[in-house]
């Protein structure tokens, strides 16, 4: 080809190196200097994006530095979290869960162990009265011989409590944590709502019988939906004075609770409290069916329990006016036998820690307080059930009361019935 000729953009054909149309085809040709600057437009698009890639590139390793430093932190305020929820301390757990979750809103593991803690906590709390802000709360304590003794409370700053749920957004977290959970995960997140809901005195019950409804759906046997449900069938709220098939319903959902696990000791104190907390004598008397079931799982029975159960149950037969008292020992006369009764009176007391001072009361001359005295005297009514009537007048003359004319008239005519059928 000539150097005065030039290839034709479409055919290829040499043709005039000034012609703007090819001869051949037709076709229009590109100047030299849109040639030029064609060129030139690619090769700047080329430097452009070459240029782009490293400032990218750099941005990304900066976003991943600051990723994997942030990663870091939130794994260093997850371990030091699960530390703290380890010996108990929920709210300094709690308070480094919500620093995680700020630098990693989406992180499983925060919103995870941020659930656990808050339903630990919530489990611990039980409404006392039906109608107000009354409630008791759990510890987890050690008597002095190195037993797991679950100690109640009172609250003392009920709103408190549930400003702090509020706060942590229990509920949409709950809410979000039910999405993608198994059912047996479900069940957990949805009886603690239900339990959250009853805590907050809900005007409408059958939202609470709705949510342990779906939570027991979804898994039979969790302990949780199960013990919390137990704990509802005996709350104040929900049944009506004197119930007795509660008693019975609620006593299926706590064995229930633990098929898996016998010893769970949260289980065993929360069944207990519940039935204190209704009160009525079907419920006293229960509590002792339910230690006669601990004793014979091999259960640890803190002295904190023992004397719980003994106040509850015997602590209230002095007065005989009182159309529960009454009903208690009838009830407990009816599920025991007389020797069945003092034996489990002796052996609460002794772990109690205040056997000695029952039996040892006349030789001490001292008189010892209210609650002791009416345990003396309950003893007195055991043996003088079992037929030990020379003890039980032993207990009856030689107990030291203060000056009480109700409480002296009772022991009078404890002595006299003694007396006449010896």
Avoid at 61 to 67: C, D, H, I
Avoid at 167 to 178: I, N, R, T
Avoid at 309 to 316: K, M, N, P, R, S
């Amino acid at each position: 080809m000539p150097d005065s000729s030039k290839p034709c953009v479409a055919c290829w054909q040499p043709i005039d190196n000034k012609a703007r149309v090819c001869q051949h085809c037709g076709s229009a040709q590109r100047s030299h200097v849109i040639n030029i600057i064609a060129t030139a437009v690619k090769w700047a698009a080329g430097l452009t994006a070459v240029l782009t890639l490293v400032v990218v590139a750099s941005q990304v390793r900066s976003l991943v530095a600051e990723w994997q430093k942030n990663d870091k932190v939130v794994s260093d305020y997850v371990f030091a979290a699960r530390q703290q929820f380890a010996v108990g301390d929920n709210k300094v757990s709690q308070a480094l869960l919500v620093k995680a979750e700020k630098l990693a809103p989406t992180n499983m593991d925060v919103r995870n162990l941020r659930l656990e803690i808050l339903m630990d906590s919530l489990r611990t709390f039980l409404a006392s009265r039906p109608h107000d802000f009354g409630f008791v709360e759990m510890f987890k304590n050690r008597d002095q011989q190195g037993r797991v003794d679950f100690i109640w409370r009172i609250g003392s700053n009920y709103q408190d409590v549930l400003d702090f749920m509020e706060k942590q957004e229990m509920e949409q977290l709950v809410a979000l944590g039910v999405l993608h959970a198994s059912k047996q995960r479900q069940s957990t997140l949805l009886a603690h709502l239900a339990w959250l809901k009853l805590l907050q005195f809900a005007d409408d019950k059958t939202d609470i019988d709705a949510l342990f409804a779906k939570a027991l759906k979804k898994d039979p046997d969790n302990i949780y939906a199960n013990a919390l449900y137990g704990a509802w069938l005996l709350s104040l709220r929900n049944f009506r004075y004197d119930d007795e098939e509660s008693v019975k319903q609620a006593c299926f959902y706590f064995n229930t609770a633990l098929k898996h696990n016998p010893q769970e000791p949260w289980v065993w104190s929360l069944w207990h409290k519940s039935l204190s907390v209704a009160g009525f004598g079907a419920a006293r008397v229960e509590r002792l069916k339910v230690i006669s079931d601990m004793r014979e799982r091999g259960v640890e029975i803190g002295s904190s329990l023992s004397w719980s159960v003994l106040l509850d149950v015997f602590g209230c037969w002095y007065d005989e006016k009182s159309e529960t008292a009454v009903e208690s020992q009838r009830l407990a006369r009816e599920r025991f036998s007389a020797d069945e009764l003092l034996e489990l009176f002796q052996w609460l007391a002794t772990r109690a820690g205040c056997m000695p001072l029952v039996d040892n009361i006349a030789a001490t001359g001292k008189s010892p307080d209210v609650s002791k005295i009416r345990l003396i005297y309950a003893l007195g009514l055991l043996h003088e059930g079992a037929g030990n009537l020379d003890k039980a007048l032993y207990i009856f003359s030689k107990i030291e009361f203060e000056q009480n004319s109700y409480t002296s008239t009772v022991v009078q005519k404890a002595i006299a019935r003694v007396k006449r059928r010896m």
